[in-house]
């Protein structure tokens, strides 16, 4: 049946049209995007925004990157798709790449559309080669909107999909700012994390665990840094027990942390990496899991019981490997630590000097929070866990209105640009927060 829809403006049509991800359909309001150029995006009236957040935190590589673009393009003229169960150059090409930025005793890649799918391959993985059955998992996480995935998410969007069935275990990790731990320090919350890590898996089970999955810095919600001596402590915790460490890069991975892998400056090894996003800033849709020796060896006499259609299609590979590529050739890594160091972090700390809203500022490289509290002293949020306020609505219009995209959570703001974003540009987008935060400064209750 076709409808008239000549009278409808283009945002009543993608309502009226598109099921819209994680949301009250009556509610939305789509910012509707005609063009994308580097940091910039316009949308259909013709203004101008500057991405300080990088979409979903994927495009690292910043919009419409010439040499990706050029590659699809290729790329879609030599051949758009080709089943999983052949080989292609831009396939293994790419894999090869990711290998060459991994962990020592990284062997293989399994391909796959994006994060969740990542993190239920990893877990079904150990699973198979443990012969266990349960995962371990954070409270403050994101791990995808898949059944696996979303019940090893920590956040509130696991509970209207969590039957109580899944087999996953939820632990505090570190943040000192919010220590449910009673730390005043960094090496206090991190030897009383890992003490109730350990402790759950005694009372669990200690043969019952098959895998922790773990972002290596917790993206989604809230952006925290662990204390050094952490994850090589998990790492032991496995080692003990015979878990697999999976390590979920999917936000944090391909630059965004100032490394290529954000566990790299941690001096750890995991036995498997989700990864997608930033692998190739999500130009065409593509996951993956890095695969170390002993798990991929133990699939090479038994069949792996699992694949997609699109398993390492050749578009989405052939922009990984520009993507890989440019940032490797642009510096884009290094960009991303120095902006990180010079721009960001003095910058947001200037803020939080202005705007007393601000309670925390932290991160590295192009991934930083901004925790919003309406006391320092109490560290009340200024809007609740898993909710949104009036205060919150207000500081994300007036971002809209200053031309700035940011990416929100709950109370909390981030500021996660492209690598490549300039010096310039960063201060730029700076200055548009400073002004947004502004109309929120009324907010703040404390002293
Ligand atoms: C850490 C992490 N893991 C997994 C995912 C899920 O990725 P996708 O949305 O590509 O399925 C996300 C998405 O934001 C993420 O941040």
Not at 46 to 75: C, I, R
Not at 364 to 373: C, K
């Amino acid at each position: 049946m076709s409808t008239d829809r000549s009278t409808l403006t283009s945002q009543e049509r993608e309502k009226t049209s598109v099921f819209h991800s994680w949301s009250a359909q009556s509610t939305i309001n789509p910012l509707m995007i005609k063009s994308a150029q580097g940091v910039y995006v316009t949308d259909e009236g013709g203004k101008t925004y500057l991405d300080f957040s990088s979409q979903l935190v994927n495009t690292n590589v910043g919009h419409q990157h010439p040499k990706v673009v050029a590659a699809v393009t290729e790329q879609a003229k030599a051949l758009c798709t080709i089943a999983p169960q052949h080989g292609y150059q831009s396939r293994y090409r790419a894999a090869e790449l990711i290998l060459d930025h991994s962990f020592d005793g990284a062997a293989k890649v399994f391909f796959t559309n994006g994060g969740t799918e990542s993190n239920e391959h990893a877990v079904r993985m150990a699973k198979l080669f443990t012969g266990r059955p349960k995962t371990l998992a954070t409270y403050r996480s994101y791990h995808g909107g898949t059944s696996t995935s979303i019940n090893l998410t920590g956040d509130p969007r696991r509970w209207p999909n969590d039957n109580g069935t899944s087999g996953v275990v939820h632990f505090f990790g570190p943040f000192l700012y919010r220590s449910v731990y009673n730390s005043t320090t960094e090496e206090e919350e991190c030897a009383r994390a890992l003490e109730s890590l350990e402790n759950t898996i005694l009372f669990e089970g200690p043969t019952a665990f098959a895998a922790i999955v773990l972002e290596t810095i917790p993206g989604t919600a809230g952006i925290m840094v662990p204390p050094l001596g952490f994850l090589q402590g998990v790492r032991a915790i496995c080692d003990r027990y015979g878990i697999v460490y999976i390590a979920d890069e999917v936000m944090c991975g391909f630059g965004r942390t100032g490394s290529w892998f954000a566990h790299q400056d941690h001096n750890v090894k995991p036995d498997l990496v989700t990864f997608a996003k930033g692998v190739n800033s999500g130009y065409v849709p593509l996951g993956g899991v890095v695969i170390n020796e002993a798990i991929s060896a133990s699939f090479n006499d038994r069949v792996y019981p699992g694949g997609l259609t699109y398993s390492g299609h050749p578009l989405a590979c052939a922009a990984a490997v520009a993507a890989i590529e440019a940032m490797e050739s642009e510096g884009m890594v290094e960009n991303a630590r120095r902006v990180g160091d010079e721009i960001l972090r003095p910058g947001l700390e200037q803020l939080a000097e202005q705007h007393r809203i601000i309670g925390d500022v932290r991160g590295l490289g192009v991934f930083f929070a901004l925790e919003l509290v309406t006391d320092r002293a109490t560290k009340e949020p200024l809007a609740p866990y898993g909710g949104s306020s009036p205060a919150m609505n207000e500081i994300l219009a007036a971002c809209r209105e200053e031309g700035l995209l940011i990416f929100n959570n709950f109370h909390r703001l981030h500021v996660v640009p492209p690598c490549n974003i300039t010096d310039v540009e960063a201060r730029e987008g700076l200055a548009r927060l400073d002004r947004a935060l502004s109309v929120a400064d009324k907010y703040y209750v404390g002293a």
